[in-house]
């Protein structure tokens, strides 16, 4: 499935009206546009001077139907047997393209915590890496996969309050 920006006129949102509005929200952001990158391997290969953590987003359900989004440093190992505790959670399992779609409104290769902005009525629970917290600059995808904008963490927070996305901070 592409992800990329030849299909964002088919998402809920498109990366331009993302712009804008972090623009309204004076959320500060440096754009990057490259090719495709689907997986953190292919985010390692570009970092055309991208300094800051690089992030890797998970879309998971448990077996109550509760959708989640972790986010974490891009190396960070995840252990998916004992998340559910860590989370508060029933079992984990990932989420699939379409339930991804339905509740995110991207692609697989474009989740990021920017596409909160699909969810209104906070569906999905945010779970992030503490890691995050301390982090001058975070790299995410606005939505699509060729682009990569890098937000500072205390903007990044600031967009989750708009939201409306209270923040689970997770210490791995």
Request: include cysteine; charged fraction near 25%; hydrophobic fraction near 40%.
């Amino acid at each position: 499935m592409d992800a990329s920006s030849k299909f964002k006129d088919t998402l809920p949102t498109t990366p331009e009206t993302l712009l804008k509005l972090l623009d309204r929200l004076q959320i500060a952001y440096v754009m990057h546009r490259h090719q495709p990158l689907r997986t953190v391997e292919d985010s390692k290969a570009y970092r055309d001077n991208m300094p800051g953590l690089h992030i890797k987003n998970l879309y998971l359900r448990d077996r109550k139907k509760q959708n989640f989004l972790l986010v974490v440093e891009e190396d960070r190992q995840i252990d998916m047997k004992s998340l559910n505790k860590k989370i508060g959670c029933e079992r984990l399992s990932f989420g699939s393209a379409e339930r991804l779609f339905e509740m995110l409104g991207v692609r697989p290769g474009a989740v990021s915590p920017l596409t909160l902005i699909n969810d209104p009525d906070k569906n999905v629970h945010l779970a992030l890496d503490v890691a995050l917290w301390t982090s001058e600059m975070i790299y995410a995808h606005p939505l699509v996969n060729d682009m990569t904008l890098g937000i500072e963490g205390p903007h990044l927070q600031q967009f989750f309050a708009y939201t409306g996305h209270e923040v689970q901070w997770l210490d791995f």
